[in-house]
């Protein structure tokens, strides 16, 4: 007597494959579409969601709550104390048919395979190429990047309708819902933030000034961005300093944007309209933005990446170093290394961290400290509001040269340089280093180094910048 969405990462009401679905096969039957969502304090725990990030989703889900409302959709959310008990709520809790959209990742693979014997249908929605299209000429699935992409570009090129289509939202259910057996879930509150991820008040007041939820924020950013920085981006976006790029992949993990609109809105602004064509900024972010699709490709191509393992297997049995002292300096921002302690910084004061600066203090965790990179792919998603499984994978073991398409292992980036380089004036440096804010020219990027930096003997005095953890980085990296 309803058709159910089930909300998963889709957290919008626009261009929502299988929100869309949902509300038309619920017209047709003539019974009312209801949606839910299900809280799940085990699986945020299990895959390490960052408390700033589990924050961002029920603050998108009261946005969610008050716009079906006034489409007279109910949502429902509940917390379901034990994972293992999700299909059967979901069974519980369905009516005549389910819709919800596809999650890739193992766990979550698993979980929808035992909820066989439902009228359900999981739908492609989060990628704009739906894994499993593409494939090289001798049928096999790219693992590199390059040639992947052009394939990626050619099969839109020809299927326009996965770009060009757009969900719309669900129609209106007939008003008499608010007064049937579903009435109360429009006055059913969102619950609190589960307690093992809650944030304090400082937190809060701090992210949610940073960040504010919903749908509508997502497309006013993706907007913005293409009105003022796009044009910019292949120049300008490798420089932490600018705060250039576009910062939508919260929403693209939260799934309040879906990637189809964000591409859409570019190409629309594009002279061509072909994907890999037209201005260099344009056709550089589109180029970015399919990289979400490839790492997802990656994923339910090679699904044991889930699993701790690298994707070269080769790569298994590395000598890592579990130095947590080293380990704590970095995600602390305190190894002396100032452009690698700026983005550590960033990262625990916004939730976020500018791309460069990941590629930056990957890098310097596993080839510079030696650390086992999945020490760090662990922190980011426990840290970043956008933490996404397969990017932040795909991200790592391209830094750690044992993931696909990887930089070559002898490849490893020397963090002076790349200071030198992307932050020649040191403004992202001081920006989040307040003890380097005096520090003139460029002794910014080696504070105790070079003549005009600090004094060496200033360094072990409490709340002064430390000293290198590290002696030597050899020179000669880029
Ligand atoms: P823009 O430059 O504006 O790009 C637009 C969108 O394209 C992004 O929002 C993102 O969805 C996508 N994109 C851009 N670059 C990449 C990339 N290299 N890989 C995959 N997608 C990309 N991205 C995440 O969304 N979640 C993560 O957990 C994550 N972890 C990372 C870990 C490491 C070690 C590295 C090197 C990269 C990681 N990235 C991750 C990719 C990238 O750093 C971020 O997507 C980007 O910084 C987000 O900022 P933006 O939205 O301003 O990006």
Redesign the pocket.
Not at 245 to 249: D, W
Not at 352 to 355: S, T
């Given at each position: 007597d309803a058709v159910v969405h089930w909300f998963k990462m889709d957290l919008r009401t626009y261009d929502n494959r299988a929100l869309s679905m949902a509300s038309r096969k619920a017209a047709e039957a003539g019974v009312p579409l209801i949606c839910v969502y299900l809280v799940s304090p085990e699986d945020f725990t299990a895959h390490l969601r960052a408390p700033v990030r589990v924050d961002f989703m029920m603050r998108t889900l009261a946005v969610l709550k008050k716009d079906l409302a006034a489409l007279d959709v109910p949502l429902h959310v509940e917390t379901v104390g034990k994972r293992k008990d999700i299909p059967q709520r979901m069974l519980a809790l369905m009516a005549s048919h389910l819709f919800a959209n596809m999650e890739y990742e193992v766990d979550e693979l698993r979980r929808e395979a035992k909820m066989h014997g439902m009228s359900m249908e999981v739908l492609h929605d989060s990628c704009i190429v739906p894994p499993g299209l593409l494939a090289s000429g001798s049928g096999k699935q790219y693992s590199v990047y390059s040639p992947w992409f052009r394939a990626w570009v050619a099969y839109l090129h020809s299927h326009m309708d996965l770009l060009l289509d757009v969900f719309d939202p669900p129609t209106k259910n007939p008003a008499s819902v608010r007064k049937g057996k579903h009435s109360t879930i429009f006055d059913s509150e969102i619950p609190d933030v589960p307690k093992n991820k809650a944030l304090s008040t400082e937190e809060k007041k701090r992210f949610h000034a940073l960040w504010p939820a919903g749908e509508h924020e997502a497309i006013d950013r993706l907007n913005k961005?293409v009105e003022e920085r796009i044009s910019r981006?292949s120049e300008r976006?490798n420089f932490p300093g600018d705060a250039c790029?576009?910062?939508?992949?919260v929403h693209?993990?939260a799934g309040t944007l879906s990637?189809r609109t964000?591409v859409r809105a570019a190409r629309d602004k594009n002279k061509g309209k072909n994907l890999d064509a037209g201005a260099e900024g344009i056709k550089t972010?589109i180029s970015?933005?399919a990289?979400?699709d490839?790492?997802k490709h990656v994923l339910v191509h090679w699904p044991y990446i889930c699993m701790n393992k690298p994707f070269k297997p080769e790569y298994s049995n590395i000598e890592w170093s579990y130095d947590m002292e080293h380990f704590q300096a970095w995600k602390d921002g305190r190894t002396g290394f100032p452009i690698v302690d700026a983005a550590m910084r960033q990262c625990k004061a916004t939730g976020?961290?500018?791309?460069r600066c990941?590629?930056i203090v990957?890098s310097f965790l596993c080839k510079d400290l030696l650390i086992d990179w999945r020490l760090?792919e662990r922190y980011?998603?426990e840290t970043?509001i956008?933490?996404?499984f397969a990017?932040?994978n795909?991200?790592?073991g391209?830094?750690a040269s044992c993931g696909v398409d990887p930089q070559p292992y002898f490849r490893i980036f020397n963090p002076l340089l790349q200071s030198e380089k992307f932050d020649p004036q040191g403004e992202y440096i001081r920006k989040w280093i307040p003890e380097l804010k005096g520090v003139q020219g460029a002794a910014i990027h080696d504070p105790y180094g070079r003549t005009g930096g600090l004094s060496k003997s200033a360094a072990g005095k409490e709340g002064a910048y430390p000293q290198r953890i590290l002696v030597a980085v050899q020179e000669k990296r880029q």
């Open positions: 961005f981006y976006r790029t576009s910062s939508i992949s693209l993990a990637a964000a972010w970015e933005v990289w979400r490839f790492y976020w961290m500018h791309n990941r590629m990957a760090g980011f998603m970043l956008d933490g996404d990017s932040n795909g991200g790592w391209f830094s």
